[in-house]
C-alpha cells in the first residue's frame, strides 16, 4: 500500500492545512476543488484523464457514480463492477463496469484499502428510518449534481463509496464500520472513456461513515502530459 501523501500547502480547509503532492507520472493537474463537509461535486472527464480524490482529514466517505458521457444509460453498475474484480471490494486495479459492461473507469493507485460499493447512498428517508432524522443526504446531492447534465432520480443508482469501510463478517452480516482511511488518503480513478463523474461529500453523522464528523475533501483532475500508445 502506497504511503499517505505529504500534502505542501496549498489551501486551509477549517481545521487543518491542506498540503499538495507531486502529480501521478505522466500526468498534469488541471483542476482542483476543495468540496466542504456535505457539499458535492460533478464534471466530465476526458478519456485518459485522471481524478484523485483526497481524504484531507481522515475517515470521510466520498459517494460516488460515473455515467458514459455518449450515452448515460451506461452508468456505473456495482454488481457488474464486483463480478469482474471477483471481490466485494474495490481496490487498485479494480474496473468500474457500466450497466452495458463497457470499462468506464479504473483504480490506478490507493492509500486505502478496500472501498465499498455495497453500502449505497445515505438518503433523507433512510435516516428517519433508521435514526428518526429527517437531514441532507449524498441522495440529495446525487440530484443536485446529476440535473446539471440532463439526469434525475431515475439516474441514481447503487453508487461507490470511496473510503468507507463495510465489512462482510459471518453469516454475510454487514455493517458501515470505522473507515481505516487517514488523514491525506487518497484514491486515482483514470477514466476509460469519456465519463460523467459525480459525488457526494456525505454528510452523514449517524454511523461511522464519516466518522461521527463530516469533513471537506480534495477533488483533483489530472491531464496527461501526452497521449498514450495505443489509446
Ligand atoms: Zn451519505
Not at 505542501?8 to 498540503?19: H, L, P
Not at 461535486?41 to 455518449?70: I, K, S
Not at 453500502?119 to 433512510?126: F, I, K, L, V
Not at 481505516?180 to 452523514?204: F, H, K, M, W
Request: proline share 6%; with cysteine; net charge positive.
Amino acid at each position: 500500500m502506497p504511503a499517505p501523501i505529504n500534502y505542501n500547502f496549498v489551501m486551509t480547509s477549517k481545521r487543518k492545512t491542506v498540503r499538495s503532492r507531486a502529480a501521478p507520472r505522466g500526468y498534469l493537474r488541471s483542476d482542483s476543488a476543495l468540496v466542504d463537509a456535505g457539499g458535492s461535486w460533478g464534471a466530465v472527464v476526458g478519456a485518459g484523464e485522471l481524478l484523485r480524490f483526497v481524504d484531507l482529514e481522515g475517515q470521510q466517505a466520498v459517494d460516488f457514480l460515473c455515467y458514459n458521457a455518449v450515452d448515460t444509460r451506461d452508468r456505473y453498475n456495482a454488481a457488474n463492477t464486483m463480478k469482474m474484480a471477483e471481490n466485494l471490494f474495490l481496490n487498485t486495479g479494480t474496473v468500474l463496469y457500466g450497466e452495458y459492461a463497457t470499462p468506464l473507469m479504473k483504480i490506478v493507485a490507493s492509500s486505502c484499502p478496500d472501498h465499498d460499493t455495497i453500502g449505497g447512498c445515505c438518503s433523507a428517508e433512510m435516516n428517519f428510518l433508521r435514526y428518526g432524522k429527517r437531514t441532507h443526504s449524498c441522495r440529495a446531492n446525487f440530484l443536485h449534481e446529476l440535473t446539471r447534465f440532463g439526469m434525475g432520480e431515475s439516474d441514481i443508482v447503487a453508487n461507490v463509496n470511496w473510503f468507507m469501510s463495510v465489512p462482510i463478517g459471518r453469516g454475510g452480516h454487514m455493517a458501515i464500520s470505522d473507515s481505516p482511511s487517514r488523514p491525506g488518503d487518497y484514491v486515482d480513478v483514470e477514466a476509460l472513456t469519456d465519463v460523467v463523474a459525480v459525488i457526494s461529500n456525505c454528510p452523514q453523522k449517524y454511523n461511522p461513515a464519516c466518522g461521527y464528523n463530516p469533513t471537506p475533501v480534495l477533488v483533483e483532475t489530472y491531464k496527461p502530459v501526452r497521449a498514450r500508445r495505443g489509446r
